[in-house]
């Protein structure tokens, strides 16, 4: 807990200016997204892995910037995401273009996240527990993320991995247990620290993040996401 509570404040620490305009060859932070201040500083939002099948209106679908709700800070903003998960496997996710990497040049990626829940830690519902089983993950690729609707079901093109699984362009980062047995929103930070994403710019010098959740709890999950923060560093250093 102590290693990773160090890791977070140096990230917190050294979230100086990226420049854009030069191709990067050494280790450098991502200047910190924090959305408690306004803004969505180029973040957008989509959902996937549900079915035309369904009335969209069903879903709930809510994404854009919000007042944070109590006991939180109602003064402060967060980039809110909810979905009514009714297909078993609801994907909801902010995504960003980062630019001015050096063309075709793999990538370390490390990501922390912090967000507001209300989903009490133990917690059970429908399909799984509204804390327990939705996964907070985030991931990087010189591809940009899309969703298409493939035999009338809208899927993510990039390797998110199935819920509980990462995969080739994701990681998961845990839960989204508010770490308490009270359904009250609380700041939760999730951070990839232990593990290893790789990305690989491509030949406009781009990688696209994305950070989102990808649900087995059939029911109504609503997040403020708070503070994003990503570290590029090259994968030959």
């Not at 993950?137 to 298409?148: E, F, W």
């Amino acid at each position: 807990m102590k290693r990773l509570s160090k890791w977070i404040g140096l990230m917190l620490l050294l979230t100086g200016a990226i420049s854009c305009n030069k191709e990067f060859s050494e280790p450098f932070f991502l200047t910190a997204t924090d959305f408690s201040m306004g803004g969505s500083q180029s973040w957008t939002a989509g959902f996937s892995d549900y079915s035309t099948a369904t009335d969209t209106s069903l879903f709930e679908f809510r994404k854009g910037l919000s007042t944070l709700p109590a006991p939180l800070d109602t003064k402060l903003q967060g980039f809110r995401l909810q979905g009514h998960n009714r297909s078993d496997d609801l994907f909801m996710y902010l995504t960003q273009k980062v630019t001015g990497f050096a063309p075709n040049t793999k990538f370390n990626v490390e990501f922390v996240v912090e967000l507001a829940s209300n989903a009490p830690e133990g917690s059970v519902g429908i399909g799984g527990s509204p804390a327990n089983s939705v996964y907070l993950k985030a991931g990087a690729s010189g591809i940009a993320p899309a969703v298409s609707l493939v035999n009338d079901f809208y899927t993510f093109n990039l390797d998110k991995g199935n819920q509980s699984q990462g995969g080739k362009h994701m990681l998961v980062l845990g839960d989204i247990s508010n770490g308490s047995s009270d359904s009250s929103y609380k700041f939760i930070t999730r951070s990839s620290e232990g593990q290893v994403l790789q990305a690989t710019s491509n030949t406009e010098g781009e990688i696209f993040v994305v950070v989102g959740t990808d649900s087995g709890y059939e029911g109504l999950t609503n997040l403020y996401y708070k503070r994003i923060q990503i570290r590029f560093t090259p994968a030959n250093k």
